[in-house]
């Protein structure tokens, strides 16, 4: 028996075209499975579940406008895809500082007129892997910048620390 007879047919039963149309839309359907179902973030070692996390958002040059309607109670949002960031705690603000050129050649730390910065002290219940914790679909990692709306204000903001747990 040939493996493909005379009308086109593998061993008689399918056609070779058909065949290939299949295995193309098998391929197509695993593809699309992976791309759009995939799981949660993939985590290395135990995961302990949701535990409350302490963090820090930071940014060095935001206008005063923006910082005095930042209040301690509000809810954090992402501007990406609207998730919940946690709530503000705590607002520091202190004058920005940047690094200048004098006259005479020194580079000193003088403020910036009219700028502020800003630490929000945050409190959020997060998915916790060890060191690393995660909200919504936020990495919690130092050094992470995050787009953020409050309820009459945006910015951007650096995640400045995070502490996991009870930090007392």
Same mark, same amino acid.
């Given at each position: 028996?040939?493996?493909?007879?005379?009308?086109? &047919? /593998? #061993?008689?039963?399918?056609?070779?075209?058909?065949? !290939?149309?299949?295995?193309?839309?098998?391929?197509?359907? =695993? #593809?699309?499975?992976?791309? #759009?179902?995939?799981?949660?973030?993939?985590?290395?070692?135990?995961?302990?579940?949701?535990?409350?996390?302490?963090?820090?958002? !930071?940014?060095? @040059?935001?206008?005063? #406008? %923006? %910082?005095?309607?930042?209040?301690? @109670?509000?809810?954090?949002?992402?501007?990406?895809?609207?998730?919940?960031?946690?709530?503000?705690?705590?607002?520091?603000?202190?004058?920005?500082?940047?690094?200048?050129?004098?006259?005479?050649? &020194?580079?000193?730390?003088?403020? +910036?007129?009219?700028?502020?910065? +800003?630490?929000?002290?945050?409190?959020?219940?997060? &998915?916790?892997?060890?060191?690393?914790? =995660?909200?919504?679909?936020?990495?919690? /990692?130092? @050094?992470?910048?995050?787009?953020?709306?409050?309820?009459?204000?945006?910015?951007?903001? /650096? %995640?400045?620390? =995070?502490?996991?747990?009870?930090?007392?």
């Amino acid at each position: 028996m040939k493996a493909i007879d005379e009308r086109g &047919r /593998l #061993f008689g039963l399918m056609n070779i075209l058909d065949l !290939f149309l299949i295995i193309i839309l098998i391929g197509a359907s =695993v #593809f699309a499975g992976l791309k #759009f179902l995939k799981p949660g973030d993939i985590q290395i070692g135990t995961s302990s579940g949701q535990q409350e996390v302490s963090y820090t958002l !930071f940014n060095s @040059g935001e206008h005063p #406008f %923006v %910082v005095d309607e930042i209040k301690e @109670g509000d809810m954090i949002k992402l501007v990406d895809n609207n998730s919940t960031l946690g709530t503000v705690v705590a607002v520091e603000k202190k004058p920005a500082m940047n690094y200048v050129n004098t006259a005479d050649g &020194r580079t000193v730390l003088a403020p +910036v007129p009219e700028k502020y910065e +800003v630490y929000i002290h945050m409190k959020a219940n997060a &998915r916790v892997s060890g060191d690393s914790a =995660v909200v919504g679909d936020t990495g919690l /990692l130092v @050094g992470n910048r995050v787009k953020i709306k409050g309820p009459v204000y945006m910015m951007e903001a /650096l %995640v400045r620390d =995070v502490e996991i747990g009870d930090p007392s």
